[in-house]
Structure formats: structure tokens, C-alpha cells
């Protein structure tokens, strides 16, 4: 129950990012609803998240959209294993975010190489600012 409510908060606040002035765009749905598959939320469910009272945007923005890919990350690295097609629609999704396609990247590489490991706030942030 525990990662599916980590999954929720997740979504929820890629929702939160995605709205602009209380609308979410075609596009941003479409988007949306694709992670949501991902991350195996059946369509109503989805729905439902959308009327959800969506969280508050913190002031640093980047940092949290670095954290919520990092997290993004990891969920698809769950069992342990990217699959082959795995990194291509990684980086789409960051790209997405409006995040660094070489901090991408190296990030992905880090998880890779230390499956096990978490990754500091001041390192992923370190990480997004050098590339």
C-alpha cells in the first residue's frame, strides 16, 4: 500500500506541474495518462486523481521536478531491472519535465551502477547543475 501511495503523490504532483491557470492541456493529459499507465494505475483511477484537490507548487521548482524524476526513476528500476526500452522513454518523460538531457543522462547512469543506493537531495541537484 505503501508504494501505491507514493505512486499517487507522485502523479499528483505531476499533475500539480502540468495544469497551468486550473486547465490541463491535450497534451499534458496524454502525457500524464501514459505514467499513469506505467505505473499501472488503471483509467479511473486516473480520472479520479485528476479531481483531487492537487498539492501546492514549492518555490524551487527544478529541484522538485529533479526529485520526482529521480523517484520516477526508481519505480522503473523496481525489480532491478531497465529494460531495454526503459531509457528512451526515461528521457522522453524528463525531457518532458523540462529537465537536462545530459543530467538525464548521467543520473540514469548512477542509478544504474548503484541500483541500491539513494542519491541525496544536494547530489541530484549537483548533478542537474553541472550539465
Known amino acids: 500500500m505503501e508504494a501505491y501511495e507514493e505512486k499517487k503523490k507522485l502523479l499528483l504532483d505531476m499533475i500539480a506541474f502540468a495544469?497551468?491557470?486550473?486547465?490541463?492541456?491535450?497534451?499534458?493529459?496524454?502525457?500524464l495518462f501514459l505514467i499513469a499507465n506505467e505505473l499501472n494505475f488503471e483509467k479511473g483511477g486516473f480520472i479520479d486523481l485528476l479531481s483531487h484537490e492537487l498539492p501546492t507548487l514549492p518555490d524551487n521548482?527544478?529541484?522538485?521536478?529533479i526529485k520526482q524524476f529521480y523517484q520516477l526513476l526508481l519505480f522503473f528500476q523496481n525489480d532491478g531491472v531497465l529494460y531495454k526500452q526503459d531509457p528512451d522513454l526515461i528521457v522522453h518523460i524528463a525531457i518532458?519535465?523540462?529537465?537536462?538531457t545530459d543530467a538525464i543522462k548521467v543520473l540514469i547512469?548512477?542509478?544504474?551502477?548503484?541500483?541500491?543506493?539513494?542519491?541525496?537531495?544536494?547530489?541530484?541537484?549537483?548533478?542537474?547543475?553541472?550539465?
Not at 19 to 31: A, E
Not at 96 to 100: A, K
Not at 109 to 131: R, S
Open 109 to 131: 547512469k548512477k542509478v544504474k551502477n548503484a541500483p541500491n543506493t539513494i542519491i541525496p537531495e544536494d547530489a541530484l541537484w549537483k548533478i542537474f547543475q553541472e550539465e
Open 96 to 100: 518532458s519535465m523540462g529537465l537536462d
Open 61 to 65: 521548482m527544478k529541484l522538485n521536478r
Open 19 to 31: 495544469t497551468v491557470d486550473g486547465q490541463l492541456s491535450k497534451k499534458g493529459y496524454d502525457f
